[in-house]
Each structure stands twice: as structure tokens, then as C-alpha cells.
């Protein structure tokens, strides 16, 4: 615990440093990915066919292992943020994407054409009841896809993103010295901090966001 704690004290800014970038890409990866993955759910979640099609495709991308994609899209965006990003949100859309769906589709139908009997074309009608109603799913998908691409951040390490990742790969490809595991753990652990950080930010965000009657009725 020692060797432990005095890692961490003499490695603080690099770590903090670490951090921040870690918890940024997550941050522009999931709003990226929730835009993507909500403009799609609005097309599609009046089809079935369309709705079974694009969590079809979303599914499909989650069975290529990390490092494969990574290193498919090195040869085209080269190391860095670049392929991060880019990876980073094509794993987050499945869940904000059908969630999304779900959310669409379960509002009331009489809710909407009550809406429309007032007098509101299609698009207020989406953007003043549908989404409203359907926010909750919808964070509730950003929620699980943020703590998904937390960790696999880490696994950019090989396409030399950024974030703690480059300090895990630094500490396991030491081991052996005095600093290796102290090193690895230390990355684990900030990962997991900071994950838990992002979910109870995004639980804040859903209850100032969400009407109480939607909660209510939740």
C-alpha cells in the first residue's frame, strides 16, 4: 500500500491529467453517439422492419473485438484520437439506439393525438411530447453505453489514444519493476472511480431534466 500511495502522490498531475482526457473522450464520444443514435431511432421506430434492421447492424458492430476495429481504422485515421473517438461511438450507439426505439414506441398513442387535436404538426408533436416521454429510456441507454466505452478507452492505448489506458499498458508491459503494478492498479481503479462518477452525473442530470409526472409514472 505504501509503494501504492507513493505512486500516486508523485504521479498526481500526470494522473489528473489522465483523467481529464479519459473522461473527455467519453464525454464527446457519448454526445456524438447519442445524436447518431437518436436521429436514427427517430426515423426508424414507426418501422419495424427499419427498427429490426438498425439494431441489427448496431448489434453486429459490438461482436468485433476492440483491438480488430482499432486496428481497421488506423490505416485510415491514423493513431490518436482520431479511431478512439470513432470507435468509441460506433460501440455506444446500441444501447442509446434501441432504447431510443423503445422509448419512441412505447408513448401513448392518445397522448400524441391529443397533441395533434391542439393543433401541433408532426415535428413539435416529437419534439414537445415524443422525446420528452421518451428521455428517461434514452438516458437510460447513455447510461449503460458510458460505462461500456469507459473501460474499452482503455484498449486505445494501442492506437495511442488518450486517457488512463496508456498507463495500464505502461504498468502491465513493466511488470517486474517496482512501479508496474502500483502503476496498473492505480489506472484500473481511476477507470472505475470515474465511471461511477459519470453514471451518478448522468442519474443528476436525468432527475433535473425529467418532469415528476414522468418520474411518477416511471
Known sequence: MDTLWNFVVSRRHQL???????????V??????????????????RSPLGSSAATAVASAVLTV??????????????????PTIVALVVYALLPILRNTIIGLASVDPAVTDA?????????????AVELPLAWPSILAGMRVS???????LALAAYAKGPGLGNLIFSGLSRLGSPNAVPQALT???L??????????????????TTSRGIRDRD
Open 115 to 127: 397533441a395533434r387535436g391542439v393543433g401541433m404538426n408532426r415535428l413539435r408533436v416529437l419534439a
Open 191 to 208: 477507470i472505475i472511480v470515474l465511471a461511477l462518477a459519470l453514471d451518478g452525473i448522468l442519474l443528476l442530470v436525468g432527475r433535473l
Open 16 to 26: 489528473l491529467v489522465d483523467s481529464y482526457l479519459h473522461v473527455s473522450a467519453v
Open 146 to 152: 458510458t460505462q461500456m466505452i469507459m473501460g474499452i
Open 65 to 82: 473485438p476492440s483491438f480488430a476495429l482499432l486496428g481497421l481504422l488506423i490505416p485510415l485515421l491514423g493513431l490518436g484520437v482520431g
Open 187 to 189: 489506472g484500473t481503479v
Open 28 to 45: 464527446q464520444s457519448l454526445i456524438i453517439a447519442t445524436v447518431v443514435a437518436v436521429l436514427i431511432g427517430i426515423v426508424v421506430y
